[in-house]
């Protein structure tokens, strides 16, 4: 294993990790029933994409109430 020939500086080492930092998540209301999603994802709450129809979550919520 190397060693180091000569150590960055304090200013140099922070600059570098200032391009590391966490950014917030863009998110975007659904237009068909207003909760807030990632961009360019099929809503998980009503399954609606762009206006049509993609998931259909009554069949899932249907599903769930048979089996108990």
């Known amino acids: ?3 180091q020939k000569q150590r960055h ?3 140099r080492r922070d600059r ?3 391009e590391l930092k966490l950014t917030s998540k863009n ?3 659904c237009g068909k029933c207003g ?12 399954g609606f ?3 049509k129809e993609v998931v259909d979550t ?3 919520i249907t599903k769930k109430t048979t089996k108990k």
Do not use: D
């Open 9 to 11: 500086t304090k200013g």
């Open 35 to 46: 909760a807030q999603i990632k961009a360019h994802i099929t809503c998980p709450k009503c």
């Open 27 to 29: 998110l975007v209301t």
């Open 1 to 3: 294993m190397s060693t």
């Open 58 to 60: 009554m069949k899932k």
């Open 49 to 51: 994409y762009k206006g």
């Open 16 to 18: 570098a990790r200032a």
